[in-house]
């Protein structure tokens, strides 16, 4: 069963910093992986999807990595803004439905 | 990307009553998926929505609990029956780009539910 674990789970950093967050899947198997945005009560936005062949996924002021023999990605996020502040959520995608498995999440909080 | 709405965007209801949940999407999809959000949780997984046939259930997740129906490649309906307070959650369909699996996951704004 695919576990999927995210690190650290809170971050506080102050506006212009650059940061990263840290994604781990138990499985490699996976056909993708995606990182996810979750606004307080809101739903869920899609950043950046890394299909298992890629190594790297940019958007903007965030670039995403994946290691799949190793098990990891990470996100990250340059010159954060408090506009950043937000869960950020990791989800591999497995099985034959290529369904998604989340991490908990990190929740970050940019200071101004 | 595919535009998604749910209906309701939240609910208040009462333990031993009943709740479908509609998801709409604006363009063909070729999957279709619900997932749970509990309270300060991540979002599990509850099932993969089958066009013309039977919903694809998760380990914990039963259909006499969550029917599913998926009568068309733009909409689908989750149920949630019999609630008890532990029901309150917030869910939330998804669907894969309609080019195939492969592509990214897109989410609706999701459906807050409060069972008392």
């Known amino acids: 069963k695919q576990e999927v674990t995210q690190i650290p789970a809170a971050l506080s950093v102050p506006e212009g910093e650059n940061l990263v967050l840290n994604c781990s899947f138990t499985?490699?198997?996976?056909?993708?992986l995606q990182w996810f945005r979750q606004d307080p009560g809101k739903g869920l936005t899609s950043l950046l999807l890394?299909?298992?062949?890629?190594r790297e996924q940019t958007s903007g002021r965030l670039n995403a990595s994946l290691d799949k023999s190793s098990g990891r990605s990470t996100l990250y996020i340059a010159a954060s803004q408090p506009g950043d502040s937000a869960t950020y959520l990791c989800?591999?995608?497995?099985?034959?439905?290529?369904?998604?498995?989340f991490g908990s999440g990190t929740q970050l909080t940019v200071l101004p | 990307s595919a535009v998604i709405s749910q209906k309701p965007s939240r609910d208040i209801c009462q333990r031993g009553t009943s709740l479908t949940i509609q998801c709409q999407v604006d363009s063909q999809v070729t999957m279709m998926f619900w997932y749970r959000q509990q309270p300060g949780q991540s979002l599990t997984l509850i099932a993969t929505?089958?066009?013309?046939?039977?919903?694809?259930?998760e380990s914990g997740f039963v259909i006499d609990k969550f029917p599913i129906s998926r009568p068309n490649l733009t909409f689908s309906t989750l149920t949630v029956s019999n609630m008890s307070p532990e029901d309150s959650s917030i869910y939330l369909c998804?669907?894969?780009?309609?080019?195939?699996?492969?592509?990214?996951?897109?989410f609706g704004p999701g459906t807050r539910l409060t069972v008392l």
């Open positions: 989800a591999v995608g497995s099985g034959s439905a290529r369904q998604l498995t």
């Open positions: 499985d490699s198997a996976i056909y993708n």
């Open positions: 890394i299909q298992s062949s890629q």
């Open positions: 929505a089958n066009q013309g046939s039977e919903a694809t259930y």
């Open positions: 998804s669907v894969a780009g309609k080019t195939g699996p492969y592509n990214e996951q897109f």
